[in-house]
């Protein structure tokens, strides 16, 4: 192998490697959407369940009516 054979080598492996940190750095980039879209959607859910909790203890069982009406 000639000096010109490796050093097109090296250039081949570079040039796969750079595509590779591309293709990660794309993915790596659409999780953290996805990461940043769920904890959003967390955070909406989290506050209508304290909503929900909070008209269930203000109705409590005292203001239902009972079950033969």
Do not use: F, W
Request: proline residues 4%.
């Amino acid at each position: 192998m000639t000096s010109e054979d490796r050093l097109v080598n090296i250039e081949l492996k570079i040039a796969a490697q750079e595509d590779l940190v591309d293709t990660l750095n794309r993915q790596v980039y659409r999780q953290q959407k996805k990461i940043d879209e769920l904890e959003t959607l967390c955070a909406v859910l989290a506050r209508q369940l304290r909503e929900v909790r909070e008209t269930m203890t203000e109705r409590g069982p005292a203001n239902e009516k009972p079950p033969h009406y």
